[in-house]
C-alpha cells in the first residue's frame, strides 16, 4: 500500500523547524537561520554571483557527463560483448573504479597544469568506469533471440542499434545517467575547489576560509534545487516515456 | 533452392549429425522427431544461424528470402504491430493487407505484449511473410494452443501455403496430423547426432491417414 502524499511533507519542515530552534538558541555565526541563509543566497542572486557560478559548474558537469557516458557505455558494451575486450580490460577497470577521485584529480593537476581540460578530463576518468561496468551489465543481458531474429530478417546496423539493442539497455543508461549525474556533480566541486578560479566549488572555497556558513549553505541549497530539477523536469520524463511498453504487459499479466 | 549437404564428423557440430537433403519450390515438408533430438538446431542453420555449419553444408540460393516463425513470437516488444511488419520492410498497404489475411486488422497498433498467445503468433507469421519469403520457417506453431486455436491456425497457414504455390515450407511439429494437413513430404529426424532418417514424400502414403504416419514414426523410432 501506498502511504497517503502529506507523509512526504513530514520530515523535511521537521528538519527545518529544528535547525531553526537550534539556530536562534545558539546565537552563533557558525548556525545561520534558516532566514540568514534565505538572505545570503537573495543576495547572491541578485549580485548575480549566484547564477555566473552555478552556470560554469553545470557546464562543467554537462561537458563531463556526456564524454563519461559516449566512452564509458562504448567501451560497457564492447567489454560486455566480447569476451577478449572484458579481459584484456577488466583489470584497468578494477584499478580505476578503486582509485580515489582526489589522486586523479591532484595527478592531472599536477601534470597539466591547473586548466580546464584537466578538471574535465579528471571527472571523466573517475566516471568512465562505473557507466562501463553498469552497461556491460546491460550488455551481457541482451537477449540473443532477438538477435537472431534480427539476423534472419537482416535488420540494418542502424535497426539494431536503435530498435533491438538501445531499448534493452535503456534502463542501464537511466541509472548510469542518475549514479552519473550524483556522482559527476560532487567530483566537479572538488576540482573546482582545488584548481579553479569560477564554480560552486570555488565559491565553496572562499566562504571556508572566512567560515561564512551561511553562504555555504545558501550555494548548497541552489545546488540541490538545480539537481531535483533535472530529475523532475528531464530524467523521470524521459523514464516514462522510454519504458510505456513495460507496463503494457503487467497489466496484461 | 536449398542443399543440405552436413556431415557429422567433418563439422564437428555437437548436434546435427549426417543431413543430406534438398528442398525445391513448392515443397511442403513437416520435420518430425522426438523431442530435443535437434530440429529447432537444424531450423537455425538452415536459416543461416549457426556459425559452425558454412555455405558449403547450407548451400542456399542467391537471394533466398527466408521466413522464420519462432517458437516464441519474438515482435520487438517495444513496437506495435504495425512498426514490426514495417520494420522488415513491408509497406505500409501491404502490411494492412497481411494483417487482415491473418485476422489481426483490428490489433496493427498494439504492442505484442498485449495480444493474446495466438494473436502473437499469427502476428509473427504475418511478418515472416511480409518479407516474401521463397522459404517459410515454421517452427512448432501450434505448440501451447488449445485444439480450437491450433486448428484455426492449421487452416491460416494452408490458406496462406495455397495462395503462395512456389513458396516453400518446413514445419516443425510433433504431431501427425499437423503433417496430413499440410505437408506433401516428411523429414524425420533421429539419434545422436542427429541424422535424417527419412525424408520421403507425402504422396508415396497419398490415402494415409494420420493414424497411419504415426505409426508409421512409431515404427521408426522403436
Same mark, same amino acid.
Given at each position: ?7 512526504? &511533507? ?31 543566497? &537573495? ?39 566480447? !569476451? ?22 591532484? *595527478? ?13 578530463? !579528471? ?34 546496423? &542502424? ?6 539493442? *538501445? ?14 549525474? !550524483? ?54 520524463? *524521459? ?15 | 533452392?536449398?542443399?543440405? /549437404? ?50 558449403? +553444408? ?9 521466413? %522464420?516463425?519462432? @517458437?516464441?513470437?519474438? =515482435?520487438?516488444?517495444? #513496437?506495435?504491430?504495425? @512498426? ?6 513491408? #509497406? ?21 505484449? @498485449? ?6 503468433? #499469427? ?5 515472416? =511473410? ?18 480450437? #486455436? ?16 512456389? +513458396? ?12 496430413? /494437413? ?5 523429414? %524425420? ?7 535424417? /532418417?527419412?525424408? /520421403? ?22
Amino acid at each position: 500500500m501506498k502511504p497517503p502524499r502529506w507523509t512526504y &511533507w513530514i520530515m523535511l519542515p521537521l528538519a527545518v523547524v529544528l535547525w531553526a530552534a537550534i539556530a536562534a538558541t545558539l546565537e552563533t555565526p557558525l548556525l545561520p537561520t534558516p532566514s540568514a541563509v534565505l538572505d545570503s543566497l &537573495w543576495q547572491s542572486l541578485q549580485s548575480g554571483e549566484l547564477q555566473q557560478h552555478l552556470g560554469v559548474t553545470l557546464r562543467r558537469v554537462l561537458i563531463s557527463f556526456v564524454l563519461a557516458m559516449l566512452l564509458g557505455a562504448l567501451l560497457g558494451v564492447w567489454m560486455g560483448r566480447s !569476451a577478449l575486450a572484458n579481459a584484456l580490460f577488466d583489470p584497468l577497470l578494477v584499478l580505476f573504479l578503486n582509485l580515489p577521485a582526489l589522486v586523479t584529480i591532484i *595527478l592531472l593537476y599536477v601534470w597539466f597544469g591547473l586548466v580546464e581540460a584537466a578538471a574535465v578530463l !579528471a571527472v571523466v576518468i573517475n566516471k568512465v568506469p562505473n557507466v562501463a561496468v553498469t552497461l556491460r551489465e546491460g550488455a551481457r543481458s541482451l537477449d540473443p533471440r532477438l538477435e537472431q531474429m534480427a539476423q534472419v530478417y537482416a535488420f540494418s546496423r &542502424w535497426q539494431q542499434l536503435a530498435d533491438v539493442w *538501445l531499448p534493452q539497455l535503456f534502463p542501464y543508461l537511466m541509472a548510469a545517467t542518475r549514479g552519473g549525474l !550524483a556522482l559527476i556533480w560532487k567530483i566537479v566541486l572538488v576540482v573546482e575547489l582545488l584548481g579553479r578560479s569560477d564554480g560552486i566549488g570555488f565559491q565553496l572555497h572562499m566562504a571556508f576560509q572566512v567560515f561564512d556558513v551561511a553562504s555555504i549553505l545558501a550555494y548548497s541549497l541552489a545546488f540541490i534545487a538545480v539537481v531535483q530539477l533535472i530529475e523532475l523536469a528531464l530524467l523521470q520524463p *524521459l523514464e516514462r516515456r522510454a519504458s510505456r511498453w513495460r507496463a503494457v504487459g503487467v497489466q496484461h499479466a | 533452392m536449398l542443399e543440405l /549437404q552436413i556431415d557429422g564428423r567433418t563439422s564437428g557440430h555437437p548436434i546435427l549429425g549426417a543431413i543430406t537433403a534438398r528442398v525445391a519450390e513448392g515443397d511442403r515438408i513437416c520435420l518430425l522427431g522426438p523431442s530435443g533430438v535437434g530440429k529447432t538446431t537444424l531450423l537455425n542453420a538452415i536459416a543461416g544461424l549457426d556459425r559452425r555449419l558454412g555455405e558449403r +553444408m547450407i548451400k542456399r540460393s542467391s537471394k533466398l528470402r527466408v521466413g %522464420y516463425l519462432f @517458437q516464441e513470437h519474438r =515482435l520487438l516488444p517495444w #513496437r506495435s504491430v504495425r @512498426q514490426n511488419l514495417a520494420m522488415v520492410g513491408a #509497406r505500409n498497404d501491404e502490411i494492412d493487407r497481411l494483417l487482415a489475411e491473418v485476422g489481426l486488422a483490428e490489433v496493427a497498433e498494439a504492442l505484442p505484449d @498485449q495480444l493474446s498467445l495466438g494473436m502473437a503468433r #499469427r502476428a509473427a507469421l504475418a511478418r515472416s =511473410l511480409a518479407i516474401k519469403p521463397d522459404l517459410l520457417l515454421l517452427d512448432e506453431p501450434f505448440a501451447s494452443l488449445d485444439p480450437d #486455436r491450433a486448428a484455426e491456425l492449421r487452416n491460416l497457414i494452408t490458406r496462406l501455403l495455397d495462395a503462395h504455390p512456389r +513458396m516453400a515450407m518446413i514445419c516443425v511439429t510433433h504431431d501427425a496430423r499437423d503433417a496430413d /494437413q499440410l505437408a506433401n513430404r516428411l523429414w %524425420y529426424l533421429d539419434g545422436a547426432p542427429a541424422e535424417l /532418417q527419412w525424408d /520421403q514424400p507425402l504422396t508415396a502414403v497419398a490415402s494415409a491417414s494420420a493414424s497411419r504416419i504415426s505409426e508409421q514414426l512409431r515404427r521408426l523410432s522403436v
